[in-house]
C-alpha cells in the first residue's frame, strides 16, 4: 500500500533561515506528487506538483521541490522564509493517472520574527 | 484560482440526528469530488470518491450507508453523515477537480462536526 513519510513534524525557524522539509513515499510505480500548504485557519492550498520533466519543480512564494526518484523523496525548499511562511505543509502522492491522494501527516512550520 | 466552498463550517448536533454537508465548486465545473476526514493531529485521509451522475466509490473501512454521498450537479457534492455519533466528531473536508487525474484538485475550507 501506498504511504507517505513527513519525518519533521515541528519546525521552528527565525526569518531569514534556510527551510528543508522532509517528504518520503513508498511505491513502486510511477507517481505525481504535491505539496500543499494550510495556512491558519485558511484552507489547503496547492504550493507546487511534480508529474514528469525537470525534477527541480518551482512553487508560488518561491518554494522549490526536488523529486529524486532513487530516494523515494520529493523534500520542499525554501531558501530564505518568512514570517507569513508560517502554516501547516502536507506532501501527499497519488499513482500515476489515479484518483486517490495519500496524504502525510504534516508538518508544521513556525517562523519567528 | 479555483474556489471550492463547504457549508456549514461549523456543526454541532446530538447523537442518533443525521447531518448534511454541502460542497460547491464556485467557479469551476467539478466533474470529480472528493471527500476526507481529518483527525487531530493526523493526516487526511481519503472517504470516497464521487463522479457527476455516478454512485460514489469508498475507501475500505468507509460504511457507504453511513456516509451518504451525493453529486447530482458539476457544482455540488453533499455528505450527509447518518445516525451520527461521538466518534464521527471530526474535521470533513471536500475537494473538487475539473479533469482527469493529472488535474489539480482544489479544496474546500473544511466543516468541523461536533456530536454531542
Known amino acids: 500500500a501506498q504511504s507517505v513519510s513527513q519525518h519533521n513534524h515541528h519546525v521552528i525557524l527565525s526569518e531569514a533561515a534556510s527551510l528543508e522539509l522532509g517528504c518520503n513515499y513508498s511505491y513502486g510505480g510511477t507517481v505525481n506528487l504535491f505539496w500543499y500548504v494550510q495556512y491558519p485557519g485558511q484552507h489547503l492550498q496547492l504550493l507546487l506538483k511534480y508529474f514528469s520533466g525537470d525534477p527541480l519543480v518551482k512553487g508560488i512564494k518561491g518554494f522549490e521541490a526536488e523529486f529524486i526518484k532513487s530516494k523515494f523523496s520529493f523534500n520542499l525548499r525554501k531558501p530564505s522564509v518568512q514570517w507569513s511562511d508560517t502554516a501547516e505543509y502536507f506532501c501527499?502522492?497519488?499513482?500515476?493517472?489515479?484518483?486517490?491522494?495519500?496524504f502525510g501527516t504534516g508538518t508544521r512550520l513556525q517562523v519567528f520574527p | 484560482g479555483a474556489v471550492v466552498s463547504q457549508h456549514p463550517s461549523r456543526v454541532i448536533c446530538k447523537s442518533g440526528t443525521s447531518v448534511k454537508i454541502e460542497c460547491r465548486s464556485l467557479d469551476f465545473q467539478a466533474t470529480t469530488m472528493f471527500w476526507y476526514r481529518q483527525f487531530p493531529k493526523q493526516s487526511l485521509m481519503l472517504m470516497a470518491t464521487?463522479?457527476?451522475?455516478?454512485?460514489?466509490?469508498?475507501e475500505q473501512g468507509v460504511e457507504k450507508d453511513k456516509f451518504l454521498i451525493n453529486h447530482a450537479s458539476l457544482t455540488l457534492s453533499t455528505l450527509t453523515v447518518t445516525s451520527a455519533h461521538p466518534e464521527d466528531s471530526s474535521f470533513y473536508i471536500c475537494s473538487a477537480r475539473g479533469g482527469g487525474a493529472q488535474e489539480t484538485q482544489y479544496f474546500g475550507p473544511g466543516t468541523r462536526l461536533l456530536v454531542l
Open positions: 464521487s463522479n457527476e451522475g455516478s454512485k460514489a466509490t469508498y
Open positions: 501527499a502522492v497519488n499513482a500515476w493517472n489515479t484518483d486517490k491522494l495519500i
